[in-house]
């Protein structure tokens, strides 16, 4: 049988997106990555969580729409990601921002590593490049990773990052509680999941080859604490995990407490 035309990747990774869409450039960034997406040819499913569905004449393609009505202010990502992890039917899971761009070689290494033995990879090499105004916009119209990645630009505060794109096992991540809902909205939640899943004992690791770039969007309640009683919580909260040891932390996350929020669609 011919499998020449046939990606690997299509099955053995889903992507899954959770997005609340807070502006035009939120929707017209998620329209780009999902095209950025399609030749993988895995299962997409965009999970939007609002009041009302703002992206219903979006070109879905291969790509699964999902609404849920959430009439709360805050968008309570860590939420919906386990409730995309439940709905999976592959072991290898990518979560995806709604604007962020990554080589297909990356991602395809990024797998590799999962399939290695780490719980979570992350497709770029640590750098993170915010991209500006104008250049997001030609990046939409036309995208060309190769030229960005020979322009050399600077990654976004000069340290390795974990957020944007990471990819797990979903067997070994949900060992390690899955997502915090403890983390109701934005926050440092990206460093708290790395950190969690390296104290209990789980590899984590960054794909060697390039950077991952994110398209620029205005900085809406979305993308900022909610209030400053908020901003003290989830603070604290990232404090309390990293502070743990690994038998205090397997007990956390076994917990009655931990787990009382967990939603699944099945």
């Not at 997502?179 to 590899?203: C, K, Q, S, Y």
């Not at 794909?207 to 620029?216: A, P, T, V, W």
Request: glycine share 6%.
């Amino acid at each position: 049988m011919n499998t020449g035309n046939v990606n690997p990747l299509s099955t053995l990774l889903t992507i899954v997106i959770p997005v609340r869409v807070d502006s035009a450039e939120r929707k017209a960034n998620l329209q780009a990555v999902l095209r950025h997406l399609q030749p993988l040819r895995c299962r997409t499913i965009v999970l939007e969580a609002d009041t009302v569905s703002r992206l219903e004449d979006l070109e879905w393609g291969q790509a699964e729409h999902v609404f849920v009505l959430d009439e709360a202010p805050s968008f309570h990502r860590t939420r919906y990601i386990n409730r995309l992890l439940d709905m999976t039917d592959t072991d290898i899971v990518g979560v995806w921002d709604t604007d962020v761009l990554a080589d297909p070689a990356q991602i395809a290494g990024a797998v590799g590593l999962i399939q290695s033995g780490c719980t979570i990879a992350y497709p770029y090499d640590g750098r993170f490049v915010m991209l500006a105004e104008q250049t997001t916009i030609a990046e939409r119209e036309h995208p060309d990773l190769e030229s960005l990645r020979a322009r050399k630009l600077p990654s976004f505060l000069g340290r390795k990052w974990c957020g944007g794109a990471y990819i797990v096992s979903r067997t070994r991540y949900r060992l390690c509680g899955g997502e915090n809902e403890r983390f109701t909205g934005w926050g440092p939640e990206d460093a708290e999941r790395l950190r969690r899943v390296e104290i209990l004992g789980h590899r984590a690791a960054w794909c060697e080859g390039g950077e991952l770039f994110h398209l620029h969007h205005p900085r809406t309640k979305s993308s900022c604490f909610q209030t400053e009683a908020d901003a003290a919580r989830m603070r604290g909260e990232l404090m309390r995990v990293c502070n743990m040891d690994k038998e205090e932390l397997e007990a956390c996350v076994a917990s009655a407490e931990w787990n009382s929020k967990r939603r699944t669609t099945k």
